[in-house]
């Protein structure tokens, strides 16, 4: 490449994350879901349009996967250990058992409606079994749902995406062979040496960062995300799931207590969101929009097979010994949402040799496409009717926290909704635990400083200084209020999170 088809390159790849970044804002406006607009990108540029050409399927295969690893080492360090750490087993249950059911449960509709053999319909369920770290990540942390809803979903995202590869691997091998007991051994081997691997790699790495002064503080998120990086390689290079070891790597390192912690966040936000317009522009080259059209009635069948029984079916046949709620599992067969990673799999079989598999890439990318626009956005419509999100969802309180390092304290941000149980409270009737107090209250655009008596209104925004070991405690007490108003205790109310 000589140095003009450099520039020309940067400058078109500059063009296309800045009309990526703006068409997001506008997808967000419209309630679709930013990847929808990101595939629609590669297309428009792709052969069919624009006129440039990609179809090295091999190649999309490893950008796709880097893509995918950066998502998840994302994911880990924006995961919050409290909100998942009474997950881990339905979620690994979710994983495991789920996946089983849910490529049996394709594979057989796959057969029956589209007449595929057997390597075809077990390849299309394994490639669709797997739920979408990026489409969870970026969809879900938009809606006011129980935490345990969305961690639930979310280490799920994080967690699955080991059997499905194993699975499609197999099922890529010409000619097909197939032994239960190696693939369920190879299914423990990839969940338990990946996790291993993730968790060492986390915590020595946290050890490490606690006990060295970097020169800049830059270098703190560069490290944190590098290592999460390091986790995922390390996993792969001894054939274990290194998705799985970078999604806890970030978990470890995003709760450890680090330096720079909102400088960390931010950075690996960023990084998340360049992977993901990165690898759903690259998908939307992949294909040829003129070839989608015959993929149209099939990936509808499928899509239907997958979400109205084979997901309802692996939700319910992998969580019922958990005691969740029917409406939270009514929920969790819904949302779960697919999008680049059964794209980045349906290569795989392509890259083998597969016959037929270069259809497999067409349905799947149009089911990806036509159910994200179905399930995205009715995704909080269904957890209204569900009653997982209260009609007065201006009783939820929705904090940030900004870490001040030095003092081990954290900076919390709250919007007091309009109907809030806050509304009229003052300043002293909180009763906010230890050292926590309101440094700032913004009023209609009018910064001040509160006194005691100062009453709070519907519509203000505090800023909240706490320390890092009272802030469970703070946000308890601040929910305890948003629902039931400064009598909260006298109702039995105590804020404990959803």
Known sequence: ?????????????????????????????????SLLVFLALGVLIGEDVLGVQFDDALLAQNLGTAALAMILVEGGLTTRWPDVRRLVAPAAALATV????????????????????LQLSLLLGAIVASTDAAAVFSVLRTLPLPRRIRGLLEAESGFN???TVLLVLLFSTVPLRFDGLAVAAGIVYQLAVGAAVGLVIGRLGAMTLHRIALPASGLYPLAT?????????????????????????????????????????SFAEGVGWLAQIGLFVLLGLLVTPSELPAAVLPALGI????????????????????????????????????GAVPIVLATFPIVQGVPGSARLLDIVFVLVVIFTLVQGPSLHVLARALGLVRADTAREVHVESAPL?????????????EKSGLHYVSVLELRLPGPSMITLVIREGRTFVPQPHTKLLGGDTL?????????EDTERRLRAISRRGKLARWFGEHGEPD
């Open 225 to 265: 995300f590098g290592l999460g990086i390091v986790a995922f390689a390390a996993g792969g290079a001894v054939h274990a799931s290194g998705f799985l070891a970078a999604y806890l790597a970030g978990v470890v390192l995003a709760n450890a207590g680090l330096p720079h912690r909102s400088a960390t966040r």
């Open 405 to 417: 390092d030095v003092l081990d304290a954290e900076m919390l941000t709250l919007a007091i909704p």
């Open 463 to 471: 800023i909240i200084v706490t320390t890092s070991a009272h802030r």
């Open 161 to 163: 995406d080991a059997p």
């Open 303 to 338: 899509g239907l097979v997958l979400l109205l029984l084979a997901r309802p079916l692996s939700v319910m046949g992998s969580v019922a010994g958990f005691r969740i709620p029917w409406r939270e599992q009514a929920f969790l067969s819904w949302a779960g949402l697919r």
């Open 98 to 117: 789920g996946v089983v059911l849910s490529v049996a449960v394709t594979a057989l509709g796959a057969h029956l409606l589209l007449g595929f053999d």
């Open 1 to 33: 490449m000589s140095l003009h088809e450099l520039y020309l390159a940067l400058l078109a790849g500059g063009v296309v994350l800045l009309a990526s970044i703006v068409a997001t804002r506008f997808a967000s406006r419209a309630g679709l879901p």
